[in-house]
């Protein structure tokens, strides 16, 4: 399914799929990666709220290789303007130099990277990509992913602010609606200071 638009990536050579919890597997693997993404979860499902955890966010930090790199997707949709900056705030615990990202409509992505990201860095990164450029077809024209990128990590900091973290033992999520459209304000309002 969907095999023309993920270039057939069940067929990639080496790759292995293991249809399980990413929690329970992380607890059961030492092995590290460059890459680790969780994507299309919300904290107010069930089955999910475990993603957005202190506890899950160092799980993660153990299984990062060096110079790897975790992306989340964190949706504006359904959350409430605490509960939100909540998991900015306890993702930033454990990955300080996270930057958060924005390309529009209901959602954000936060990265992790080990070492803080500058746009020189990030430059770099488009550069290199420039030798894959399936990498590139993915994530759209490279002199507009810059655009997207709408806080460093010292400007996440400041908006997450202080307060609690969120933890396995006490995280709780209602879905709510009525606060999002004043995140997604507050968000596009970031974006477009952020825009050069």
């Known amino acids: 399914m969907y ?17 399980e919890d990413a929690r329970n597997f992380l607890l059961q693997t030492d092995r590290t990666y460059d890459v680790i993404t969780t994507d299309a979860t919300h904290p107010s499902n069930a089955s999910s709220w475990t993603l957005f955890t202190t506890e899950f966010y160092r799980q993660v930090d153990r299984h990062l290789a060096s110079g790897g790199v975790f ?16 998991v900015l705030r306890t993702f930033q615990s454990v990955f300080p130099n996270a930057t958060l990202w924005y390309t529009g409509g209901s959602h ?5 990277t080990l070492e803080r ?7 770099g990164m ?3 990509a420039h030798d894959n450029p399936a990498v ?13 990128w709408i806080m460093n990590s ?3 900091r400041e908006f997450a602010g202080q307060g609690e973290l969120v933890r396995d033992n006490d995280a709780f999520f209602l879905p ?3 606060e999002t459209q004043e995140l997604i304000q507050i968000i596009q309002l970031a974006a477009v200071r952020a825009s050069p």
């Open 108 to 112: 954000t992505l936060l990265l992790a």
């Open 117 to 123: 990201l500058t746009d020189a860095g990030l430059e």
């Open 71 to 86: 992306l989340q997707w964190v949706p504006l949709h359904s959350m409430s303007v605490v509960d939100y900056l909540s």
């Open 3 to 19: 095999a023309e638009e993920n270039r057939h990536v069940l067929q990639y050579p080496g790759l292995r799929v293991h249809v």
């Open 176 to 178: 709510i609606n009525a």
């Open 154 to 156: 010292e400007q996440l």
């Open 126 to 128: 488009l550069q290199a």
């Open 136 to 148: 590139l077809q993915d994530l759209g024209e490279p002199e507009q992913i810059p655009r997207y």
